[in-house]
RNA sequence: AGCGGGUUGGGAUAGCCAGGAGAUUCCGCCGGGCUCAUAACCCGGAGAUCGGUAGUUCAAAUCUACCACCCGCUACCA
C-alpha cells in the first residue's frame, strides 16, 4: 500500500511519545515534542486536517517504587509529574490539540475495550510463569521490586535487566537468589496464572506492515531483528495494584491483576484523539474516522528508545482489535551535551525549566534541535553551537533580512511599493513551497526549516546585489516588492519551527489574521499595501559572556551533584566511560597566559575532614615557601589516613575561597572524576616551580 | 554475541533508498566589496584521495562483500 501525499482528504493525527511521569523533562526529552509539533505544525500549513496529541505515561513499576519512596500514592505521584509537563510543553510553544493521561477515565476504558476486543478475537491466553513472591509482605513482586543474581552473568541484578553486569533482558523468574527490595527479604518463585497477546500469530502481518511503513529507516529497519526472527509472545499482566485493571477479571479469574503498562500507554493516542475530537465535535475532527475507518493518517512521533514498542506490539494491538495501523512512525535520535549523553542522576543536563529560567526564547531552542541534524540522527548540544546557530542563522540571516526589508519598505514606500513581483522570485518562493511539501512528506523536518532560511538567505542576496539604497523609488520599488514577499515566505515556512517569531514577523509584516491560519499558498499572496517600521529585530544575538556564565553554571552544577554521589555510581560512569571524553578546547592560549600559573610542587602534611561536607578535605600542603590550607574533593576517592607524604601539584597563585566555611588557599590538581592525583616522577622538593 | 545506525575539507552537516560532470550548506580562515540593515550583509578564494580493502559498472560518497572504529538496541530510561 502506498499512501497518497500530504495533505489528504483524510484527518491525520500526529503523536508524540509519552513522557513517563516519573521525572523533570530535559532538552532531550524535548526534542521529540518539538519535532512532533513541528511536524504537525508543518502539515497544517500544507492545509492538512490534523490533529496533535499526547499525554502522559502515569503507570508502571519505576512510578510504584518511587511513589513508595516518597510514601506518597503513585496516583498522587505520577500527577504531579502530569500537572508539570502540561504545563510545560506550551512553555515551548508545543501545542497539544489534547494532553491526557494514561490513568484518566477515557483510557482505562478504551485499553479494557482493547483487551476485551483481543480476547473476543481470541488472541489472548492463559499461562502459568514464575513470580517473585515476598512471603512477609504477602505481596508479588514484578520487575524491579526484585533483586538478585543475573543467570548468566552472576552480577548483582534487577528483576528486569542485569544492569551492572551483562545488560541482558531478564524474564520473570529469570533471576538467582532473589531478594525483594521492598522489605529486603529473600522472595520465593510462586506459580501465578498470567495473560498472554498472541504476538507470534501477527509475524506475517508485521512483515508485511514494517515494508509499508513510513518515517525514519530506523524505525523501519530496527524491529526487524524481531520481526524476521521468532516473536515472542507478550506478558500483558502484572501482579501490582498501580495500574489498569484487567477487564472483568472476577469473571476471568484474574483478579489483582493489572494490565502491562505498555498495553495501556499506546492505548493512550486513541484515548487523547477521542478526548478532542469530544471537546470539538465529530463534524470537527473524528477520531473514529481516524482509528478504525477508511485510509489511516496516523503518524507516531518517538524517541529510538522506544521504536519496537511502536512498530511491533503496538501494531499488533492494533491489528488485534481490528484498529487502523499506523501510516508512519518517526524515531528521533538523542541528545547529546557537549558530546556526552546526558546524566540526570549526575544533573548533567539542559533542564526544560532552567531554559527557560535563562531568559531564553522557546523558538530558539526548537529551531536549534529541530534542525541541528537529521530527524533520526543525535543532535549535539552545547551553549557554544546553541550561540552560534542562533547569532548567525537567525539573528544574521532571518532577523536581519526581514528587519532590513521591511525597515527600507516602510521608510520608502510606508509598505508594499506599487510593483509587479518579479518572475525570478516568484520562481525562487515557488520552489521553496514545493521543496517544503516535499520535505514534510519525507517527515523531514529539518529540511521544511532549512527551506525558511536558505529564502531568507536569497533574501539577503538579492537585496545586497540589487542595492535598491543606490537607485531611485522607481528602480527601488520592484526589488523591495519581491523582498517584502520573501519576508512572508519566510514567515509562513518558518512557521512550524519558530511559531512565535514567526508571528511576530507576520504582524510586523501588518498581515491579516495569524501566520498560524495560514497555508503555503500564502506564500505568494499579495503583502499589505501599508504597514509601519518594524518595532525591531525579531532576534537578539547571544553574548561569549553570557555563553561562558552558562557553561560555569552547568560546570558547577554537575561537580555538586557528583559530589554527592556514592562510589559505585561514580565507578558506572567512568568503568565504561573511556572514549567519553569532554571535547579539547578550542580557544588556544597564549604562553603568556600559561606562565600566569604559578604551579607548584606541594606535599600533602595532613588531611582532615570537613564536617557536613560529603567528600571535602581540609589539607595541609608544604608548598616550600610555606604550608598552604587548601580544600580538596578527595574524601570519597582517597584513604584519607594514606594522603599525607603524598606530593602532589599545586596551583598556588589561585584565589582564595571558602568551601563549607573552610579558607581554602590554592588548588589541588587531579585528574578525572575519581581525583586522580598528579604527582611528581622524581625527587622535586616541595616549592620547586613547575613549568 | 546478534541487530540497527554512523564514519564526508579545521569543526559541524547534507547528499546514499532511485549511481552520472567542478560533492551541499553553515561556522572558522584568507582576500575584496557594500553601508538599507543587528560590527550586520554581499562577492571571490584556500581547504575533502567521501573510515579502509576488494568487487560490480562506461561511471561509485551512493550498490555488493569483508575489515576497523564510534553510538545505540536486544522486549521498562527522551
Same mark, same amino acid.
Given at each position: 500500500?502506498?499512501?497518497?501525499?500530504?495533505?489528504?482528504? %483524510?484527518?491525520?493525527?500526529?503523536?508524540?511519545?509519552?513522557?513517563?511521569?516519573?521525572?523533570?523533562?530535559?532538552?532531550? %526529552?524535548?526534542?521529540?515534542?518539538?519535532?512532533?509539533?513541528?511536524?504537525?505544525?508543518?502539515?497544517?500549513?500544507?492545509?492538512?486536517?490534523?490533529?496533535? +496529541?499526547?499525554?502522559?505515561?502515569?503507570?508502571?513499576?519505576?512510578?510504584?517504587?518511587?511513589?513508595?519512596?516518597?510514601?506518597?500514592?503513585?496516583?498522587?505521584?505520577?500527577?504531579? %509529574?502530569?500537572?508539570?509537563?502540561?504545563?510545560?510543553?506550551?512553555?515551548?510553544?508545543?501545542?497539544?490539540?489534547?494532553?491526557?493521561?494514561?490513568?484518566?477515565?477515557?483510557?482505562?476504558?478504551?485499553?479494557? *475495550?482493547?483487551?476485551?476486543?483481543?480476547? *473476543?478475537?481470541?488472541?489472548?491466553?492463559?499461562?502459568?510463569? &514464575?513470580?517473585?513472591?515476598?512471603?512477609?509482605?504477602?505481596?508479588?513482586?514484578?520487575?524491579?521490586?526484585?533483586?538478585?543474581?543475573?543467570?548468566?552473568?552472576?552480577?548483582?541484578?534487577?528483576?528486569?535487566?542485569?544492569? =551492572?553486569?551483562?545488560?541482558?533482558?531478564?524474564?520473570?523468574?529469570?533471576?538467582?537468589?532473589?531478594?525483594?527490595?521492598?522489605?529486603?527479604?529473600?522472595?520465593? /518463585?510462586? !506459580?501465578?496464572?498470567?495473560?498472554?497477546?498472541?504476538?507470534?500469530?501477527?509475524? =506475517?502481518?508485521?512483515?508485511?506492515?514494517?515494508?509499508?511503513?513510513?518515517?525514519?529507516?530506523?524505525?523501519?529497519?530496527?524491529?526487524? !531483528?524481531?520481526?524476521?526472527?521468532?516473536?515472542?509472545?507478550?506478558?500483558?499482566?502484572?501482579?501490582?495494584?498501580?495500574?489498569?485493571?484487567?477487564?472483568?477479571? =472476577?469473571?476471568?479469574?484474574?483478579?489483582?491483576?493489572?494490565?502491562?503498562?505498555?498495553?495501556?500507554?499506546?492505548?493512550?493516542?486513541?484515548?487523547?484523539?477521542?478526548?478532542?475530537?469530544?471537546?470539538?465535535?465529530?463534524?470537527?475532527?473524528?477520531?473514529?474516522?481516524?482509528?478504525?475507518?477508511?485510509?489511516?493518517? @496516523?503518524?507516531?512521533?518517538?524517541?529510538?528508545?522506544?521504536?519496537?514498542?511502536?512498530?511491533?506490539?503496538?501494531?499488533?494491538?492494533?491489528?488485534?482489535?481490528?484498529?487502523?495501523?499506523?501510516?508512519?512512525?518517526?524515531?528521533?535520535?538523542?541528545?547529546?551535551?557537549?558530546?556526552?549523553?546526558?546524566?540526570?542522576?549526575?544533573?548533567?543536563?539542559?533542564?526544560?525549566?532552567?531554559?527557560?529560567?535563562?531568559?531564553?526564547?522557546?523558538?530558539?531552542?526548537?529551531? /536549534?534541535?529541530?534542525?541541528?541534524?537529521?530527524?533520526?540522527?543525535?543532535?549535539?548540544?552545547?551553549?557554544?553551537?546553541?550561540?552560534?546557530?542562533?547569532?548567525?542563522?537567525?539573528?544574521?540571516? +532571518?532577523?536581519?533580512?526581514?528587519?532590513?526589508?521591511?525597515?527600507?519598505?516602510?521608510?520608502?514606500?510606508?509598505?508594499?511599493?506599487?510593483?509587479?513581483?518579479?518572475?525570478?522570485?516568484?520562481?525562487?518562493?515557488?520552489?521553496?513551497?514545493?521543496? /517544503?511539501?516535499?520535505?514534510?512528506?519525507?517527515?523531514?523536518?529539518?529540511?521544511?526549516?532549512?527551506?525558511?532560511?536558505?529564502?531568507?538567505?536569497?533574501?539577503?542576496?538579492?537585496?545586497?546585489?540589487?542595492?535598491?539604497?543606490?537607485?531611485?523609488?522607481?528602480?527601488?520599488?520592484?526589488? @523591495?516588492?519581491?523582498?517584502? &514577499?520573501?519576508?512572508?515566505?519566510?514567515?509562513?515556512?518558518? &512557521?512550524?519551527?519558530?511559531? $512565535?517569531?514567526?508571528?511576530?514577523?507576520?504582524?510586523?509584516?501588518?498581515?491579516?489574521?495569524?501566520?498560524?491560519?495560514?497555508?503555503?499558498?500564502?506564500?505568494?499572496?499579495?503583502?499589505?499595501?501599508?504597514?509601519?517600521?518594524?518595532?525591531?529585530?525579531?532576534?537578539?544575538?547571544?553574548?561569549?559572556?553570557?555563553?561562558?556564565?552558562?557553561?560555569?553554571?552547568?560546570?558547577?552544577?554537575?561537580?555538586?551533584?557528583?559530589?554527592?554521589?556514592?562510589?559505585?555510581? *561514580?565507578?558506572?560512569?567512568?568503568?565504561?566511560?573511556?572514549?567519553?571524553?569532554?571535547?579539547?578546547?578550542?580557544?588556544?592560549?597564549?604562553?603568556?597566559?600559561?606562565?600566569?600559573?604559578?604551579?607548584?610542587?606541594?606535599?600533602?602534611?595532613?588531611?582532615?575532614?570537613?564536617?557536613?561536607?560529603?567528600?571535602?578535605?581540609?589539607?595541609?600542603?608544604?608548598?616550600?615557601? $610555606?604550608?598552604? &590550607?587548601?580544600?580538596?574533593?578527595?574524601?570519597?576517592? %582517597?584513604?584519607?589516613?594514606?594522603?599525607?607524604?603524598?606530593?602532589?601539584?599545586?596551583?598556588?597563585?589561585? =584565589?582564595?575561597? !571558602?568551601?563549607?566555611?573552610?579558607?581554602?588557599?590554592?588548588?589541588?590538581?587531579?585528574?578525572?572524576? $575519581?581525583?586522580?592525583?598528579?604527582?611528581?616522577?622524581?625527587?622535586?622538593?616541595?616549592?620547586?616551580?613547575?613549568?
Amino acid at each position: 500500500m502506498t499512501h497518497e501525499e500530504f495533505p489528504t482528504e %483524510h484527518p491525520a493525527l500526529v503523536t508524540c511519545g509519552l513522557p513517563y511521569a516519573n521525572g523533570d523533562l530535559h532538552v532531550g %526529552h524535548l526534542r521529540t515534542y518539538v519535532s512532533g509539533d513541528a511536524f504537525s505544525r508543518g502539515l497544517r500549513r500544507l492545509g492538512q486536517d490534523v490533529a496533535f +496529541v499526547s499525554g502522559s505515561d502515569m503507570h508502571g513499576t519505576p512510578i510504584a517504587v518511587n511513589a513508595e519512596k516518597e510514601g506518597v500514592s503513585p496516583e498522587e505521584f505520577a500527577l504531579r %509529574h502530569h500537572e508539570q509537563y502540561e504545563e510545560t510543553f506550551p512553555r515551548f510553544n508545543v501545542d497539544f490539540d489534547n494532553y491526557g493521561h494514561t490513568h484518566d477515565e477515557t483510557n482505562v476504558e478504551l485499553t479494557q *475495550a482493547f483487551v476485551r476486543a483481543w480476547e *473476543a478475537n481470541d488472541h489472548v491466553y492463559e499461562k502459568e510463569i &514464575q513470580v517473585a513472591y515476598d512471603p512477609d509482605a504477602d505481596q508479588w513482586l514484578p520487575d524491579r521490586y526484585v533483586e538478585g543474581e543475573c543467570p548468566y552473568c552472576g552480577e548483582h541484578a534487577r528483576g528486569d535487566e542485569c544492569d =551492572e553486569g551483562c545488560q541482558r533482558h531478564l524474564e520473570p523468574g529469570d533471576i538467582v537468589d532473589p531478594v525483594s527490595t521492598l522489605t529486603g527479604n529473600p522472595a520465593e /518463585y510462586r !506459580e501465578r496464572e498470567h495473560k498472554f497477546l498472541r504476538l507470534s500469530e501477527f509475524q =506475517e502481518y508485521l512483515e508485511g506492515f514494517i515494508n509499508r511503513l513510513e518515517g525514519t529507516s530506523n524505525a523501519q529497519n530496527q524491529p526487524r !531483528e524481531w520481526i524476521e526472527g521468532e516473536l515472542q509472545d507478550l506478558c500483558i499482566t502484572r501482579d501490582m495494584d498501580w495500574g489498569i485493571d484487567y477487564p472483568d477479571e =472476577e469473571a476471568n479469574g484474574a483478579d489483582d491483576l493489572v494490565l502491562y503498562v505498555w498495553v495501556d500507554a499506546p492505548v493512550e493516542y486513541v484515548a487523547s484523539s477521542k478526548q478532542y475530537s469530544e471537546r470539538v465535535g465529530d463534524e470537527t475532527y473524528d477520531w473514529e474516522e481516524v482509528w478504525a475507518e477508511g485510509d489511516s493518517e @496516523i503518524v507516531h512521533v518517538i524517541g529510538r528508545d522506544i521504536i519496537q514498542h511502536h512498530t511491533v506490539f503496538w501494531p499488533s494491538m492494533l491489528k488485534a482489535a481490528d484498529y487502523n495501523e499506523p501510516r508512519a512512525v518517526c524515531a528521533t535520535g538523542f541528545v547529546n551535551l557537549n558530546g556526552e549523553a546526558f546524566s540526570t542522576s549526575r544533573n548533567r543536563a539542559i533542564w526544560a525549566d532552567e531554559y527557560l529560567a535563562e531568559g531564553f526564547h522557546p523558538d530558539l531552542l526548537r529551531y /536549534y534541535l529541530a534542525t541541528a541534524a537529521g530527524f533520526e540522527r543525535d543532535v549535539n548540544f552545547s551553549w557554544e553551537r546553541f550561540q552560534e546557530r542562533v547569532n548567525t542563522e537567525l539573528a544574521d540571516v +532571518v532577523g536581519n533580512f526581514v528587519n532590513r526589508a521591511l525597515l527600507f519598505a516602510a521608510r520608502n514606500f510606508d509598505g508594499t511599493p506599487d510593483a509587479e513581483l518579479t518572475d525570478e522570485t516568484e520562481t525562487r518562493i515557488a520552489a521553496a513551497m514545493d521543496d /517544503y511539501e516535499d520535505a514534510l512528506n519525507d517527515y523531514d523536518v529539518r529540511s521544511a526549516g532549512e527551506t525558511a532560511v536558505a529564502l531568507a538567505r536569497y533574501g539577503n542576496e538579492y537585496i545586497q546585489n540589487a542595492a535598491p539604497w543606490k537607485l531611485d523609488d522607481d528602480e527601488a520599488a520592484p526589488v @523591495i516588492r519581491d523582498c517584502v &514577499q520573501l519576508v512572508k515566505a519566510v514567515a509562513v515556512l518558518l &512557521q512550524p519551527i519558530t511559531p $512565535e517569531k514567526a508571528e511576530d514577523a507576520w504582524d510586523q509584516l501588518g498581515a491579516e489574521g495569524r501566520v498560524a491560519d495560514a497555508t503555503v499558498a500564502d506564500c505568494l499572496q499579495a503583502p499589505p499595501e501599508t504597514f509601519p517600521e518594524p518595532d525591531g529585530p525579531l532576534f537578539e544575538k547571544i553574548d561569549d559572556e553570557r555563553v561562558a556564565e552558562l557553561n560555569e553554571k552547568l560546570e558547577t552544577r554537575v561537580a555538586e551533584a557528583t559530589a554527592g554521589e556514592d562510589d559505585e555510581a *561514580a565507578n558506572d560512569e567512568t568503568d565504561d566511560g573511556t572514549a567519553a571524553f569532554e571535547a579539547l578546547a578550542d580557544d588556544r592560549i597564549d604562553f603568556g597566559t600559561f606562565q600566569d600559573l604559578d604551579l607548584r610542587v606541594g606535599r600533602i602534611e595532613g588531611a582532615d575532614e570537613i564536617e557536613g561536607a560529603d567528600d571535602l578535605l581540609r589539607l595541609s600542603v608544604d608548598i616550600g615557601i $610555606e604550608t598552604r &590550607q587548601i580544600v580538596a574533593g578527595l574524601k570519597q576517592l %582517597h584513604d584519607v589516613a594514606d594522603l599525607p607524604g603524598t606530593k602532589v601539584v599545586v596551583v598556588a597563585n589561585l =584565589e582564595q575561597a !571558602e568551601l563549607f566555611g573552610v579558607e581554602s588557599d590554592g588548588m589541588v590538581l587531579a585528574a578525572g572524576e $575519581e581525583a586522580d592525583l598528579l604527582t611528581t616522577h622524581g625527587d622535586a622538593a616541595p616549592g620547586t616551580k613547575i613549568k
